[in-house]
């Protein structure tokens, strides 16, 4: 079933801007880090480790994600429910699905999802897409996302993955080498034609691998989580006050 056929109680996850204006807004970021940017570029310090995210980090990583995106996107948020039930789709890259240390506590994580370009020329090119990602809140804007999105896709690149693409702010990614996947010939899923695409990303990790490549992306359907499911996922974790905050993307 494609996507755009899936039950409208079926809500993108919180990174696929499901009309003009929040794709619009989609090349904004967070807006309670804008501000507090180190003048003096990164800060960060130098005992940070990356790894493979373990079985035994999930609760911590969820508790993360959770801190980490919440009331950014909407009032509250649902990526800590997306990793949940990401980790066990099939399309989802284990080899891929980091840990960010510092001094032995997780501040950090990425992980990556196998998915399609369906080419106009018939083929199905084999890609990755991204997220989520985040950093702890109080160690935003000091270069820690900068430096797990680099390791992460050097990583990517090691394993043979030829290009990433995904959603995202250009501000951010456009430092780690990502450019506008319209430059690749490449168009997202069930958008309108003369609609911003500006918030859609991509990066070849091998180099020319998008050469002769042209067509539509399509976003892997585990990131298509119900709004009823995060709510019922949320009881588990300590109450949280959801804010209605401007720049958010949803209500
Ligand atoms: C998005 C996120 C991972 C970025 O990590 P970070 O540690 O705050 O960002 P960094 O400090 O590594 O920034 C790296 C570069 O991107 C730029 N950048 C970061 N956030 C930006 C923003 N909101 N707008 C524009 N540029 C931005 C920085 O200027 C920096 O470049 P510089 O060092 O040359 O100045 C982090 O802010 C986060 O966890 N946000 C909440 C969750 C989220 O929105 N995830 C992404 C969903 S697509």
Redesign the pocket.
């Known amino acids: 079933m494609p996507l755009k056929a899936k039950p409208k109680k079926k809500a993108p996850a ?2 696929r801007p499901a009309n003009a204006a929040a794709r619009k807004a989609a090349r ?3 807006p309670d ?2 501000s507090a ?1 180190d003048e003096g ?2 800060t ?1 310090k130098n005992n940070v480790t990356f790894r493979l995210e373990k079985a035994e980090d999930r609760g911590a990583v969820e508790r993360l994600v959770r801190e ?2 919440w009331n ?2 909407k009032p509250g948020c649902s ?1 800590h429910y997306v990793i949940h039930v990401l980790r066990d789709d099939p399309a989802f890259v284990k080899e891929l699905d980091f840990v960010m240390e510092l001094d032995g506590e997780i501040i ?1 994580q990425n992980m990556f999802m196998k998915t399609v370009i369906n080419a106009d020329d018939g083929r199905d090119v084999p890609v990755l897409t991204m ?7 109080a ?11 680099d390791y992460s896709l050097e990583k990517a690149a090691a394993l043979g993955f030829g290009a990433v693409l ?4 250009i ?6 080498g990502f450019d506008y996947a319209r430059k690749f010939g490449i168009r997202y899923h069930d958008l309108p034609e003369g609609a911003d695409d500006s918030f859609f990303l991509c990066k070849e990790l091998i180099p020319g691998y998008l050469d002769g490549v042209t067509g539509v992306y399509q976003t892997p359907r585990g990131y298509y989580v119900s709004d009823e499911d995060v709510e019922e996922f949320d009881k588990a974790f300590p109450p949280k006050v959801k804010l209605k905050l401007p720049g958010q993307l949803f209500d």
Do not use: D, H, W
């Not at 997220?131 to 809140?137: N, Q, S, T, Y």
């Open positions: 919180v990174k904004r970021f967070a880090t804008v940017r570029g990164s960060m980490s995106f950014v996107y990526e950090g997220g989520p990602i985040c950093v702890a809140p160690l935003k804007r000091q270069g820690y996302g900068k430096a797990i999105l995904f959603e995202g702010n501000g951010f990614y456009g430092k780690s």
